[in-house]
């Protein structure tokens, strides 16, 4: 009886050693605001940070090596439709070393969207307000998704060759003391010119933090130059960047763009602010100005209201707005 004991000890150990080397992990968030967007008349019910459930794996390998995967899909929470494209968000899988860095294959946020262009924004691309786009140099609409033509608008966010996502790409990043190199590389996309590849550099210490990305874009000569820094004092976080690339030297579609912005924690909250303009050509495309405030009702949730205004571009419905709730699971 007592070897029996004994044995299911044994063998209950190995098992949560063989458990404790593999794991799955759910995560997500989801999003819904009562508001009305920049350049449209329509009071609506929105999803202002692209809500997602998302899965990612972790197994040891030994010797320092893991293998890795995730993958992400986005949904409109309001009517439950989804992305043309199911894992939209990315899909990937690779080997991490711990002193080495992480390799990855699959579909991916671009280096320099994921490690500098999403940095800067205060709102995080998030909400009424989100700047990060038009930072950035990524021509896409509202949030993040295509332009909403259908109701008659379009969201003005972002004019440029930059990408969020590239699919059939290879992917490394690896830290090293308070250094974060980046890299990916994709195969040329259909009806693509060169073959899309992004770099980043990336620096924190104690308050500060600073990041340079470099994006060549699947079009023929679409480049992207960003730099980014962010410094901590007290209760507040100053960011600020600058954006340089063309959209085509043929044309001579030179892209410039400057945002500024903070966020300042006041109790369970945060005021944030931000202004951005672009340029291409030497003329303004985006001129915009966003303010919020976030309350933090637990480390999950928080209720957040927002109000943004486009300064030059466009004349009519100028304003934006925002009331809503986001959870994160």
Known sequence: MKKSLLALVVLGAFASAASAQSSVTIFGKIDQA????????????????????????FEDLGGGLAAVFAFEHRFNPDNGAGSATFWDGYSYVGVRSATLGTVTLGRHYTSAFQNVQAVLDPFAGETVAAQRNIYAGISYGTFGLPQDTANGYASLIGN???????????????????????GDIAETPAGGVDRPYSMTLTYAGGPFWAGVAFEDASGAEDQ?????????????????????????????NKLRAYLVGANIAVGAGDIKVSYVTSKVAGTTTNARIGVGYHHNLSKRTKLYADFAREGKVITANKTGYDLGVQHNF
Request: charged share 15%; hydrophobic share 35%; net charge positive.
């Open 160 to 182: 440029g060759p930059a990408k969020v996502r590239v699919a059939n790409s290879v992917k490394y990043t690896g830290t090293f003391g308070g250094f974060t190199v980046g």
């Open 224 to 252: 992207v130059l960003n730099i980014a820094g962010k410094y901590t004092v007290g209760p507040a976080t100053i960011s600020a960047g600058l954006t340089e690339g063309k959209i085509n030297t043929a044309t001579n």
């Open 34 to 57: 009562a508001g009305k967007p920049i350049g449209t008349p329509q009071k609506q019910i929105i999803d202002t940070a692209g809500s997602r459930i998302a899965f990612r794996g």
